[in-house]
């Protein structure tokens, strides 16, 4: 092990103090999912590529991190498709799973593997790895922690009101200052690519989604250069000059779509959101209808939202979701999902950025018993067992090295209190304990050494 | 989506049922280690290839999970290597990461990465993923959870015999009954290979491993379809038929080895791990001196151990672990490693055989707040939100379906308690709480709602 050894691009170690940090998070939202009565499940790290492809959009996919086929299977390699540089084809003749994308997707999957078995409406979290092959950046890694939450078989509105809680609630118990949640609905996205005689709304919203780097200048002038028509971006134009309240820009729009019903579905179920949202309670989210945003992933039908970090933080997207009709089995509207999604790792930066970890993350003590030498040991082990049975933490120092050495190893590891037991003490059957804060040191009773440490624990 | 979905082979998904199981034995195994004092860490999901290979042997390098290069790097796939037939220099000119194989060789990268901010000897805890295309069978998936504890950077035999006692708490903590605790030396089996003549330990390891599944006969049949000599069997054999004691055991094998330095300070450790863990008051393992130990992993170079699963169970080890000196800095002796891995798979199968799991994983109760109209459940939030700041359990049932529906719904998910807030109760200021149990029915004033509901929560 010579050369220089690291973790691969994108990807992290964590320390135990660092895991302390994560773990309060991640009950936290674990305690709330479970408030509103989701059950946790588990999928693979990795699928078939089958399952995972084509439901993302294709830029994504190519992001997938793939599993090179084992033993004599990639013999099967399609070196023709290399040669005429059909590098996906090429690819996928070398590997049948990939490392999850997104927790989305094995969800649909387990509830079409599991159809006769659940009950609906499926309410299930899931909080586990996603692996993405982007360049990595703040806040942007190529292995994190997804929290997912998402309800399964049931299209009501309630469902949003209800997800749109869960991250009111789960800011609120994090003590976040006000998040910005922007709203908006593919269907009227489509009716605003009808009006503009685009052939998809594809066409446009991955430069809509950019508007809050770039601005509506950006946003036109990149239109402008896709060869977009001006009749074509004027029509865009009413929608993004919209101003006002929520409900001054739903009113705007419904005047528009007299004649596309199913864009006027969308004004109306986000109308009733947002109004169904008030009632709701929101202390932590501003609820916004904005135009500009679509959400790129391509499996999104309705509703879709998306929370902003706040301003002063520029590390984008700390979660979002929508509603995907087609996902879980195709033209099955009773299957109809909808789900969002806590980007762990951007809001771990966040809370520290705030100070927003409690400071004392883990208040239990820790003792050392000091080694005075491995043939005078033999009475310690009967003690310390009796500790550890309570859960309290203790440990023996693993060989008889000098005491300084011993006592420099409780100062690093953070050691609250060392036990001494020399000869001298179990010769007066006493026993005594410093406090490595203080450096104050207490003598005991050997016979109350357990209660003692207990007290202190 | 019409084609059948599956997970990969050797893969599962986890319900909210089997979760909370393997929740009671994680936390379980977390409190002990902690009592310990072990900190925990986390590493990615995958390492270079460069970090991997080479440090478990040639056929578990095979069974690694290797990553395909994303993007333009396939183009340097060794096309040349596929005529030739050389599939893992092929392969490796496809991939420069792999899926981790265990825990201790990240924990070795991690240490050698980390060196000058850890202060040793470094105690840490590791509860991750490992991934093996192996063939699945009962109780071997492809994805399991490794659950390891390791000590680095301290070659005392105090580190085996509180690793042995790790084994002994945590199976008494989960009421296990006694496993047996088998235990060996490397320098041991390097001293029996050398009196036979054998280059290497590892010309018979694989075979001594399968003695417990093809006895001695079967071990002696083997040695000798490898063209073992005679006279090596021979030698081999006083080893095998050795009976009696650890301690007889011990003293005849000190005898063999008058002329052979490493093997005897091997036979002396193993004297003093056996004495010293006697005093550590083990109740739940049978700690066994067996010969016939070798284990596969070639980084192990002193005391190695395993626990096996109670015989009437077939289903192999559920644990082991071994002294490793190379792995983290070559030549260091101040960072020899020695760690045991718990089969936490494994455990689960036989915790639910023996019947072991605690009848009442969760005792938190849930209510349902029936949906008697999507325009009349104005009043509901402001309820339900107070309960859940109290990490009760509760939903609304999100539309005003059936109320034969709703019902229906509580009883598949297992609700405990359903809330009734009809137009009827809202005009009479009251509600009625449902006992899904027994079906029995109670009406309280609605000013009372929050604290009634926490009485039965």
New interface residues.
């Given amino acids: 092990?010579?050369?220089k050894?690291?973790?691969?691009k994108g990807?992290?170690?964590?320390?135990?103090f660092e895991?302390k940090k994560r773990e309060y998070l991640l009950n936290i939202l674990k305690?709330?999912f479970?408030?509103?009565?989701f059950?946790?499940?588990?999928?693979?790290?990795?699928?078939?590529l089958?399952?995972l492809t084509g439901k993302y959009g294709d830029e994504e996919d190519?992001?997938m991190?793939?599993?090179?086929s084992?033993?004599?299977k990639?013999?099967k390699?399609d070196?023709e498709a290399?040669k005429n540089n059909k590098?996906t084809k090429?690819?996928n003749s070398?590997?049948d799973?990939a490392?999850r994308y997104d927790l989305t997707v094995p969800l649909?999957?387990?509830v079409?593997?599991?159809l006769n078995n659940l009950?609906f409406?499926f309410?299930?979290f899931q909080t586990q790895?996603v692996?993405r092959?982007e360049r990595p950046q703040r806040g942007r890694y190529r292995?994190f922690l997804q929290c997912d939450v998402d309800?399964i078989g049931?299209s009501?509105f309630?469902?949003e009101v209800?997800c749109i809680?869960i991250y009111d609630?789960v800011f609120k118990r994090l003590s976040m200052p006000i998040v910005n949640l922007r709203i908006n609905n593919r269907q009227i996205l489509d009716g605003i690519s009808q009006l503009m005689n685009l052939d998809s709304v594809n066409e446009i919203a991955p430069i809509l989604d950019k508007s809050d780097k770039i601005g509506y200048e950006g946003v036109i002038k990149k239109l402008t250069e896709k060869n977009i028509s001006d009749s074509s971006i004027n029509q865009l134009k009413f929608f993004l000059e919209l101003k006002g309240s929520n409900q001054d820009k739903i009113n705007s729009i419904r005047s528009k779509f007299t004649s596309n019903n199913i864009s006027i579905d969308g004004v109306d179920l986000l109308e009733k959101i947002i109004n169904t949202s008030q009632?709701?309670?929101l202390n932590n989210v501003n609820l916004t209808f904005d135009l500009s945003l679509a959400r790129g992933l391509s499996y999104y039908t309705g509703t879709i939202i998306e929370v902003s970090s706040p301003d002063e933080f520029n590390i984008g997207s700390i979660g979002g979701g929508g509603r995907y009709d087609n996902l879980?089995?195709?033209k099955n509207p009773r299957l109809s999902g909808f789900g969002i999604s806590f980007g762990f790792d951007r809001i771990c930066l966040l809370l520290d950025e705030l100070n927003l970890f409690p400071n004392e993350l883990d208040s239990?003590k820790?003792f050392?018993f000091l080694?005075f030498g491995?043939d005078k040991?033999?009475k310690l082990?009967?003690f310390i067992?009796k500790?550890?049975?309570k859960?309290?933490?203790?440990?023996?120092y693993?060989?008889d090295n000098k005491i300084k050495k011993q006592m420099?190893?409780a100062n690093?590891?953070g050691?609250n209190y060392v036990v001494i037991i020399g000869e001298d003490e179990f010769k007066k059957s006493i026993f005594k304990i410093k406090d490595m804060l203080n450096g104050a040191e207490s003598t005991f009773n050997l016979n109350d050494i357990v209660s003692e440490i207990e007290k202190l624990s």
Same sequence: chains 1, 2.
């Fill in positions: 092990m010579s050369q050894l690291n973790t691969p990807t992290r170690d964590f320390s135990s895991l305690n709330c479970k408030a509103f009565n059950q946790e499940i588990q999928t693979p790290s990795f699928e078939n089958t399952t190519n992001l991190f793939k599993i090179l084992s033993g004599d990639i013999k390699a070196t290399l590098l090429f690819s070398l590997s799973k490392l649909s999957r387990f079409s593997q599991n009950s409406p309410k299930r790895l692996w092959a292995e309800i049931e009501n309630l469902n209800e809680k609630s009632k709701f309670n879980v089995q195709e239990s820790s050392l080694n491995l040991i033999d082990p009967v067992d500790l550890r049975e859960n309290i933490t203790c440990e023996i693993p060989s420099d190893y690093q590891k050691i």
